[in-house]
């Protein structure tokens, strides 16, 4: 790959301007560690968005071992492991956008990946479009507990980008949607670390994690 940034945009640019079957726009192109290069891929596509660490472009049969989100490949319904689990100061990033005709979709942070007997959920956010709302709760050994849906207003939109970040603080989860703080949801599972999974499911499509 080309020494200088300019020459990766050059790569970059000329890549999806002759059609060479990348198929998507450029993304953001940065250097350091984190987000090198970010391409807009078809889904079914078998490259996929990865975190950089230490300079090092993991391809599409590695894993990154640096990453706080493992994941295989952006397509929804979506599993990936949180290194080390949650812990106060941690956030997690959520990128995509909406699908034209959504019902719902959630995004879920686990102790696990276990379906039978299914996995704690430390919190489960719910975006349901017929109603407006963004409900949010948990399940501890197999117990639901009391879901809440106060909103100051419903942020997502049809066919729209959106960004969701989760950043875990002592006593809660505190909820940001597109850079504004929309709700707090207090811890029901002490253990924060054992929150080591994130799924995500429903009507949209991812384009970023972190």
């Known amino acids: 790959m080309a020494g200088t940034v300019a020459e990766r945009d050059a790569l970059v640019s000329a890549a999806v301007g002759t059609g060479t079957g990348l198929g998507g726009q450029a993304g953001h192109l940065r250097s350091g560690a984190g987000w090198r290069l970010r391409m807009a891929l078809p889904q079914r596509s078998p490259f996929y968005l990865q975190k950089i ?15 706080d989100v493992y994941f295989p490949r952006l397509i929804v319904p979506f599993c990936g492991h949180i290194k080390g689990g949650m812990r106060p100061g941690k956030k997690i990033l959520v990128m995509g956008i909406v699908d034209l005709n959504p019902e719902s979709f959630g995004i879920s942070l686990t102790c696990g990946e276990s379906e039978d007997p299914p996995a704690d959920v430390a919190i489960e956010l719910k975006a349901v479009f017929t109603e407006r709302q963004f409900v949010r709760n948990s399940c501890v050994a197999g117990e639901w507990g009391e879901e809440q849906s106060s ?14 970040e989760i950043l875990c603080e002592h006593p809660r989860f505190r909820i940001f949607v597109d850079g504004h703080q929309l709700f707090d949801f207090y811890h029901r599972i002490e253990t924060l670390s054992a929150i080591d999974t994130i799924k995500i499911n429903g009507d949209l499509q991812l384009t970023k994690l972190g």
């Open 151 to 164: 909103i100051p207003y419903f942020p997502f939109i049809p066919d729209q980008p959106f960004r969701v």
């Open 53 to 67: 660490e230490d300079g090092h472009l993991n391809n599409s049969l590695g894993s990154p071992v640096q990453a």
